[in-house]
């Protein structure tokens, strides 16, 4: 069953479109991403759908119900939970406080009479902030990823039908991102519930979506699970913003014994298949070294200028002008018109 879906969804602010004819389906228990450069329209689409903006154009339906246009439904009635990008804490109130600001009216101001709700008590350790040591601190007592863990916690206290996320990780520092990351899909995982995540970060996207929804330019361009998205890239632009990519032309991908069976001329050679033995007479040479630490990018230019990228693990070495003999493993090589 379909949690969110979007029909032709539009907006524009004056002359200048945001979004632009959106589809997009989530489904019930669904992780999804919303890939796409700055400036695309991600964050745009998720106030569409929590009910922060209203669409120029399409519709917008959650559970099966329309809540634009003349269906028109008040954000809080929507049933979604929303993490902004800086969490978006009440400084003066406790983690608790803000927590229960999640609940409705009613339920909120019970819990602030009568002391502790079990409700949020739950959330607080499902995200692993539990007891009251938390729960009476200010948000400014806690460390960034504690406070990311507040404002889930807080998305998460009334039973949303979907969770929005808009760039969680942005204020989280580079080091720790991978373990938050890896925290996070395990607590939406326990809690069962749908997600649509919007994310710049392609590692992010396909670490954790079930499927990747790329957008550019307002528009979503193709909708696929992280490998198909990888492997099977609809364009050109979508294979070069979502890894690293030779794009070359059919002449020299098939001169390199890529047997390129479908029509077109561009054929995208992802740079880990592409293996170099040191040769002397070889037909490339090493004009570039990338050290990556788990990984170094090899730039190799033929006679001809042509270049092309290989990704090869760190324990190989091929020397800085090294002659050498270029081999393509199997693998998935789309061709591009």
């Known amino acids: 069953m379909a949690t969110v879906q979007l029909d032709s969804v539009s907006k524009a602010y004056g002359a200048t479109p945001a979004v632009a004819a959106a589809n997009l389906t989530v489904l019930s228990g669904e992780f999804v991403a919303l890939l796409g450069p700055s400036g695309c329209g991600k964050s745009t689409l998720l106030r569409l759908i929590a009910g922060f903006e209203a669409p120029d154009g399409g519709e917008v339906r959650i559970g099966g119900h329309a809540v634009t246009g003349a269906s028109w439904v008040a954000p809080e009635a929507r049933k979604v939970g929303m993490v902004f990008q800086d969490y978006a804490l009440f400084p003066h109130l406790t983690v608790e406080e803000n927590v229960a600001f999640g609940l409705p009216a009613p339920r909120r101001g019970l819990a602030r009479r009568r002391g502790e709700d079990p409700r949020i008590a739950d959330v607080l350790a499902l995200v692993g902030l539990g007891g009251r040591a938390y729960a009476a601190r200010y948000p400014h007592e806690l460390s960034g990823g504690q406070q990311q863990r507040v404002a889930l916690a807080r998305a998460l206290a009334p039973g949303p039908k979907i969770v929005l996320l808009d760039e969680p990780f942005s204020a989280i520092d580079p080091l720790q991102r991978g373990a938050m990351r890896e925290e996070l899909a395990r607590i939406l995982d326990v809690a069962g519930t749908t997600v649509l995540l919007v994310t710049h970060d392609q590692e992010e996207a396909l670490a954790l979506a079930d499927r990747v929804a790329l957008m550019r330019d307002g528009a979503i361009v193709q909708v696929d699970a992280p490998e198909r998205l990888y492997h099977e890239p609809v364009d050109r632009w979508s294979a070069e913003f979502v890894g690293s990519a030779n794009v070359l032309a059919r002449e020299r991908a ?31 040479e090493v004009v570039g070294r990338e050290f990556r630490g788990h990984d170094v990018m090899y730039r190799v230019r ?6 092309l990228w290989s990704q090869r693990p760190s324990n190989e070495t091929v020397p800085l002008g090294c002659r050498v003999h270029v081999r393509v493993h199997a693998g998935p090589v789309p061709v591009f018109a």
């Not at 098939?254 to 037909?283: I, S, W, Y």
């Open 302 to 307: 033929f006679a001809d200028g042509t270049e």
């Open 254 to 284: 098939t001169a390199l014994g890529v047997d390129v069976a479908a029509p077109g001329e561009q054929v995208l050679l992802r740079p880990e298949l592409v293996q170099l033995d040191c040769a002397p007479g070889g037909a490339g």
